[in-house]
T-cell receptor, first 109, second 115 residues
Framework: GQSLEQPSEVTAVEGAIVQINCTYQTSGFYGLSWYQQHDGGAPTFLSYNALDGLEETGRFSSFLSRSDSYGYLLLQELQMKDSASYFCATGAGSYQLTFGKGTKLSVIP | KAGVTQTPRYLIKTRGQQVTLSCSPISGHRSVSWYQQTPGQGLQFLFEYFSETQRNKGNFPGRFSGRQFSNSRSEMNVSTLELGDSALYLC??????????????FGPGTRLTVL
């Protein structure tokens, strides 16, 4: 089976940096993805890590350590519009994605 | 390209009824997955279809079923609705649907309320 753990809520100040952690347990591992979902909206893909290390996409970066079964999403220069839920997800080649329960990020002025 | 579309967007049903939800994937995508999203349980995988074949099914009772048509459009059906079936049902399409490397494109969802 697969399970992913992430904090339920995080609050950060506009302009700051925030890190959202994700630890996983899987019977197989096919990479870690991150999705963003605004209230009332659909999840949208942010990033994917297949190998260890950092992937950077603009203000967002994602990190993976397969030996530690751990990854994180790093958001820099936080903006109010970054207030949303963030989900880590992994697939084990079985044609499905398993999601963590999501981290609700609140950005405050 | 047009995105993933789902109909209807909102639905109210009563216990014991059945419901059918529809999803049209992005053109060219052959994989369609369905998820149930609730505040307590997050996003839970229901099933995945590729070229009209169900390749995987999540841990949901048999009241939940689905199918995919030759044009990749998909439907899911829930029979004998229960109060606990109230949720946002999300459909996602992808090119291949295999593992985390294959980006899932989500539709806006159908908000089902069971009274």
């Amino acid at each position: 089976g697969q399970s992913l753990e992430q904090p339920s809520e995080v609050t950060a100040v506009e302009g700051a940096i925030v890190q959202i952690n994700c630890t996983y347990q899987t019977s197989g591992f096919y990479g870690l993805s991150w999705y963003q979902q605004h209230d009332g909206g659909a999840p949208t893909f942010l990033s994917y890590n297949a190998l260890d290390g950092l992937e950077e996409t603009g203000r967002f970066s994602s990190f993976l350590s397969r030996s530690d079964s751990y990854g994180y999403l790093l958001l820099q220069e936080l903006q109010m519009k970054d207030s949303a839920s963030y989900f880590c997800a992994t697939g084990a080649g079985s044609y499905q994605l398993t999601f963590g329960k999501g981290t609700k990020l609140s950005v405050i002025p | 390209k047009a995105g993933v579309t789902q109909t209807p967007r909102y639905l109210i049903k009563t216990r014991g009824q059945q419901v059918t939800l529809s999803c049209s994937p992005i053109s060219g995508h052959r994989s369609v997955s369905w998820y149930q999203q609730t505040p307590g349980q997050g996003l839970q995988f229901l099933f995945e279809y590729f070229s009209e074949t169900q390749r995987n099914k999540g841990n949901f009772p048999g009241r939940f079923s689905g199918r995919q048509f030759s044009n990749s459009r998909s439907e899911m059906n829930v029979s004998t609705l229960e109060l606990g079936d109230s949720a946002l049902y999300l459909c996602a399409s992808s090119a291949q649907g295999q593992g985390a490397s294959n980006t899932q494109y989500f539709g806006p969802g159908t908000r089902l309320t069971v009274l």
